[in-house]
């Protein structure tokens, strides 16, 4: 079992617009080749966590609340864990649970949910960031696009260094690069 941060992220390190949006990323030409290796990635995962800004998008740009059956779609029965604040809207027949309790108390959880297999942090990425400022981020798969915004949410707004990180593979899916780093434990 690892906890993975699996995103996209722009070639200057931002995962959306000043405004959240994730349309630069649909604008890439054959951008669907990109998504190739998501069905392998999600069959080893268990357990997902997102803050409630990504949470917000998928709700929104899938239209999951007019078509709850899109999210069991894509994410089947796994347990997922919103972190928020506010009240959100609920998925029709989702797993989903909302929290404000910290990192390590919602990475065990997940963790025994997940049983076996991986959990998908889907971001944002000061959330992951927590998790890996409590050592408990295992793995970042971030895949690159062809594009730059200059400013918006970052990829990982810390400070981790290559003492830290370690480059285990790098992909081609069409104009997209797959990097994989390992990650260990702050000292």
Known sequence: MATIYNTATTLDGFLATTDNSLQWLFDVPAADEAEDGIADFLAGVGALVMGSTTYEWVVEHESLLESPDTWTAWYGDRPTWVFTTRELPVVAGADIR?????????????????????IWLMGGG??????????????????????????????????IRSDRLRLVSVTQRGQFAELTYEVRSPS
């Open 98 to 118: 909302f929290t404000r309790a910290p990192v390590a108390e919602v990475h065990a959880e997940a963790a025994a949910a997940a049983g076996d297999r991986d």
């Open 126 to 159: 000061d959330l992951v960031g927590q998790f890996a400022d409590a050592g408990l981020l295992d793995r970042i798969v971030a895949t690159v696009a062809p594009v730059t915004l200059g400013a918006g949410a970052p990829l990982l707004p810390r400070d």
